[in-house]
């Protein structure tokens, strides 16, 4: 019956991982150095998009524990596609409009910081000043 056939369907797709699959995760989780550069590197992107946006009247930006994104609200945003859109047009950065994450991320916009500082700093320069522009805030 169709509860056999789905039985089927999980123990080929969950259990019978490719050999080469395992030995790529055995592999990723001895690398322990990797993680802990990455980790230090998103979190000075972390610690550079904060102080950018620190003071930005109308934002609302709280720095996520982990990750390498995180999302600012924007008090009063209706059209985070369109802010979007404007940010990378005329100010040349780019930005995911929260509401590409759902109806709760509406009035928000997605930042990520898994970049290098300097372009992360040059990223969150163009955003802090296109977004007093757009939005005529201080």
């Known amino acids: ?11 080929v797709t969950h259990s019978g991982v490719a050999p080469f699959t ?28 904060g102080q950018a946006l620190a003071g ?6 709280t720095a996520p524990p982990g990750a390498f994104y995180a999302f600012v609200g924007i008090d009063g945003l209706t059209d985070s596609v369109g802010l979007a859109l404007r940010l990378v047009e005329a100010h040349k950065v780019a930005v995911a409009p929260g509401a590409a994450f759902g109806d709760a991320g509406e009035g928000s916009l997605r930042i990520c910081f898994a970049q290098s500082a ?6 969150m320069e163009r955003l802090r000043s296109g977004l007093r522009a757009e939005l005529g805030v201080g």
């Open 1 to 11: 019956g169709v509860r056999d056939e789905l039985a089927d369907l999980v123990e």
């Open 22 to 49: 395992q030995r790529a995760g055995l592999a990723a989780i001895a690398d322990t150095e990797s993680v802990a550069r990455f980790r230090e590197h998103c979190a000075a992107g972390r610690t550079l998009a």
């Open 56 to 61: 930005v009247n109308g934002l609302r930006y």
């Open 118 to 123: 300097d372009r992360i700093g040059r990223a």
